[in-house]
């Protein structure tokens, strides 16, 4: 990845906390939502932004979908805020790892008590 590029991903990444945090006012977006990493293409067309929300399954895809129908308002947004000739497009996509770690932790706590109580017999 070059470095400009880089810039640019830290860049769309601290705007768009920033937006989450003073701007964007829908009650519909869970508000325990954060920017967790922005992907963009070499050529700047698209920002595949992952972003984590600490809710239920059902406010979690509820909030991919209202932020991917606002992308058009966040990316003027960022075209106030940015000194970049073009504001690539952005896709929301909801970020599962902390997720997918507290499942592997809960199978691995679980392994751990079953060789514990084994263990006693």
């Given amino acids: 990845m070059t ?53 239920d399954d059902d406010k979690k895809n509820e909030t991919i979908v209202i932020l991917n129908k606002a992308s058009n308002f966040i990316r003027r947004h960022l075209g106030m805020k940015l000194r970049v000739r073009k504001i690539p497009e952005l896709v929301f996509k909801l970020d599962t790892s902390i997720d997918d770690s507290q499942k592997i932790l809960d199978i691995l706590n679980l392994n751990n008590s079953k060789n514990l109580v084994e263990g006693d017999s």
């Fill in 3 to 55: 470095r400009r590029l880089e810039k640019i991903n830290d860049a769309i990444r601290d705007e768009i906390g920033s937006l989450f945090l003073h701007v964007l006012n829908d009650p519909r977006v869970s508000s325990i939502t954060t920017v967790t990493n922005v992907f963009t293409s070499r050529d700047f067309s698209r920002s595949i932004i992952t972003v984590s929300v600490m809710d």
